[in-house]
């Protein structure tokens, strides 16, 4: 079982669309969640940062993190064809030399 | 957010030569680099942990004498890639981890090797 399993996609919405993506993970010790969004040919781009478990909201992007369930959420409101990229999700144990774990990566396409 | 600056963008070699490629911190201080690989469509893959002032850590199956990592300062980590031959021929992206916990990357290389 990998460590962060993510739906590799692709996911397909029409613009406006409510998108949601999703990971799950095995260890209980990740304390840091991260989302990146990444184009192609690009490196990942931080997105959401979240430390232990809650919500976030930055404009149309929401973060969410549940950890009694091992599963983490990213809701983009008002899908926009400037969205479509891949985007990772990734989590940590701590901070210093803990490595960061990252999802296989969700494919975004949003029609216009 | 922080800034992560990796340098070349992207590079092309001859098969047999080595090349270099920095990742610097931009803002902050740096103690831990991480390097990945990313094949087209992929996911990233880490490579090594690079570490100021010591050793690289490599995962497993990566090749410590084909994938050189120096990390001589709090702000700048290298990967230099021997003897490189086609199959070397990848996305290279480096990434920093500020003190609050957040990974922030590089704009990635991309290395052709001819």
């Known amino acids: 079982q990998k460590e962060v399993e993510q739906d590799p996609g692709p996911l397909s919405v029409p613009e406006g669309a409510i998108v949601s993506l999703n990971c799950t993970y095995s260890?209980?010790?990740?304390?840091?969640f991260m989302w990146y969004r990444q184009y192609s040919r690009k490196g990942p781009e931080l997105l959401m940062y979240?430390?232990?478990?809650g919500n976030k909201e930055d404009g149309r992007f929401t973060a969410q993190v549940d950890k009694s369930s091992k599963y983490i959420s990213l809701f983009i409101r008002d899908s926009q064809p400037s969205d479509s990229a891949t985007y990772l999700c990734?989590?940590?144990?701590?901070?210093?030399?803990?490595?960061?774990?990252f999802g296989a990566g969700t494919r975004l396409f949003v029609k216009a | 957010g922080a800034v992560v600056s990796q340098h070349p963008s992207w590079v092309i070699c001859k098969s047999g030569t080595s090349v270099k490629i920095e990742c610097r911190s931009l803002?902050?201080?740096?103690?831990?680099m991480f390097w990945y690989r990313q094949f087209p469509k992929q996911s990233l893959m880490l490579m090594a942990t690079?570490?100021?002032?010591?050793?690289?850590?490599?995962e497993q199956g990566v090749e410590k004498d084909k994938f050189l990592i120096n990390h001589a300062s709090l702000t700048l980590s290298t990967l230099t890639v021997t003897s490189a031959h086609p199959e070397d021929s990848s996305f290279y992206i480096c990434?920093?981890?500020?003190?609050?916990?957040?990974?922030?990357f590089g704009q990635g290389t991309r290395l052709t090797v001819v």
């Open positions: 979240t430390y232990s478990s």
């Open positions: 990734a989590m940590s144990a701590g901070t210093g030399g803990f490595k960061t774990i």
């Open positions: 803002d902050f201080q740096a103690t831990t």
């Open positions: 260890n209980s010790a990740f304390q840091y």
């Open positions: 990434s920093a981890r500020v003190p609050q916990g957040q990974a922030f």
């Open positions: 690079s570490n100021e002032g010591s050793k690289a850590t490599y």
